[in-house]
């Protein structure tokens, strides 16, 4: 499996952003699904993970309210809907799959990663 995150760029402190994570192969939809991030100095640290189904979403609580999670098994892709961004926020964002039934917060049980995208929020 590849994956191809998109969406990162620079918005202001209250601002939005949607990320997008492309996926190769045809196993996309028994998936684990997960974001991930790291801020400058930082380790990579859990952000969200969604369930091969979709029905299952898991935030950590620093997000938890403003972003949203969500999959489109047809089209191969994970979403991440970030609202009322905070200057915390800024990070490198890490789409990731686990070919697991369960999610996880751990960045070592996820076996594919795309590349990252910056996300840059200015107060």
């Known amino acids: 499996v590849q994956l191809q995150a998109s969406g990162g760029g620079l918005v202001q402190a209250g601002g939005s952003l949607r990320l997008s994570c492309a996926a190769s192969?045809?196993?996309?939809?028994?998936?684990?699904m997960g974001w991930f991030r790291q801020p400058p100095g930082k380790e990579r640290e859990f952000v969200a993970a969604?369930?091969?189904?979709?029905?299952?979403?898991y935030y950590a609580d620093s997000v938890k309210g403003r972003f949203t999670i969500s999959r489109d098994n047809g089209k191969n892709t994970e979403y991440l809907q970030m609202y009322s961004l905070k200057p915390e926020d800024t990070a490198v964002y890490y789409c990731?799959?686990?070919?697991?039934?369960?999610?996880?917060?751990?960045?070592?049980?996820?076996?594919?990663w795309g590349q990252g995208t910056q996300v840059t929020v200015s107060s």
């Open positions: 990731a799959a686990r070919p697991s039934p369960w999610y996880s917060l751990k960045v070592d049980e996820y076996i594919y």
């Open positions: 192969g045809r196993a996309f939809s028994s998936y684990v």
């Open positions: 969604i369930s091969w189904s979709g029905g299952r979403t």
